[in-house]
């Protein structure tokens, strides 16, 4: 097929699953609780290890984490938690969903490119993450007071427009095991872990060990997580990030590339096997 009829392919493939998220839209409260339950917990668990924001603790913590705003921190790391949670559950779990609904061996005898099931249906991940981000903001106003700046709120959603295609390659990486694997919940779930261990997502960076802080440097969330703190919390512009968002793009580059060859050696694998009809 044409590169026209793999677009139109796409955008079908990306309404579809929209209008399935609209179908069900009970799925969406998850996005209005967790996104003020989890960071606020973490916050007011805070407060009191550290003796109600006392000023020794409170400096200790600049220290490591590059800022004295606890509430940001945590709140834009746990947004960063759900965003990551959204794009890998919904670019990772594409074809096992497309498997478990019998319809995955009809759509790859389809004359489309078979990057398309693999990149198309993860777009409507996207609407959950804007309401993530949406929820938690007005959340850090109204119950602890911080107020970010408008324009270092639009610099940080261009920091989160150059992550995104990263962790849309990290799970379609994923993704792609599901032709050898079928069931990749478990790969997912310790994904996830890892990168909140590793990525600074829940404290600062300075407290793993030296070995953990050269592994996270090669994963592009640590990248995404530091960048939007920095412009949010220490009013960065984006020309002091700049270097970071470049090298997340070639990082995003290297995953995409392993992903689409790992992804057509499997496929490869699963016709030859008649993985794509099993659970």
């Not at 998850?30 to 109600?52: D, E, H, K, Q, T």
């Not at 440097?217 to 703190?229: E, G, H, Q, S």
Request: proline residues 6%.
């Amino acid at each position: 097929m044409s590169v026209a009829a793999d677009i139109r392919a796409f955008v079908a493939s990306a309404r579809k699953e929209l209008r399935i998220m609209r179908r069900y839209p009970t799925l969406l409260l998850s996005v209005l609780f967790w996104p003020i339950l989890l960071p606020a917990a973490a916050v007011l668990m805070g407060r009191a290890y550290s003796g109600s924001n006392d000023p020794q603790a409170i400096q200790a913590f600049a220290q490591r984490a590059g800022t004295s705003e606890v509430t940001g921190f945590v709140f834009v790391g746990y947004a960063m938690y759900m965003w990551l949670s959204a794009m890998l559950w919904g670019p990772g779990s594409a074809l096992r969903t497309e498997q478990l609904r019998g319809s995955l061996e009809a759509i790859f005898l389809t004359p489309t490119s078979r990057l398309v099931p693999l990149f198309a249906p993860p777009v409507a991940a996207l609407p959950a993450i804007i309401l993530d981000f949406a929820v938690i903001f007005p959340a850090m106003w109204l119950l602890f007071g911080v107020v970010l700046p408008v324009d270092a709120m639009l610099r940080a959603v261009a920091v989160a427009m150059v992550g995104i295609p990263a962790l849309y390659a990290i799970g379609a990486l994923f993704a792609s095991l599901v032709l050898r694997y079928g069931e990749i919940g478990p790969v997912v779930h310790l994904t996830r872990g890892i990168f909140v261990l590793a990525c600074g997502i829940t404290f600062p960076l300075a407290m793993l060990p030296a070995w953990a802080q050269v592994g996270a440097a090669l994963l592009p969330p640590t990248y995404t997580v530091a960048d939007t703190r920095a412009v949010l919390l220490r009013g960065e512009g984006l020309g002091a990030v700049a270097g970071d968002l470049i090298f997340v793009v070639a990082l995003t580059v290297i995953v995409a590339v392993l992903a689409s060859v790992v992804f057509r050696w499997l496929d490869q694998s699963a016709r030859r096997t008649g993985m794509l009809g099993r659970y």
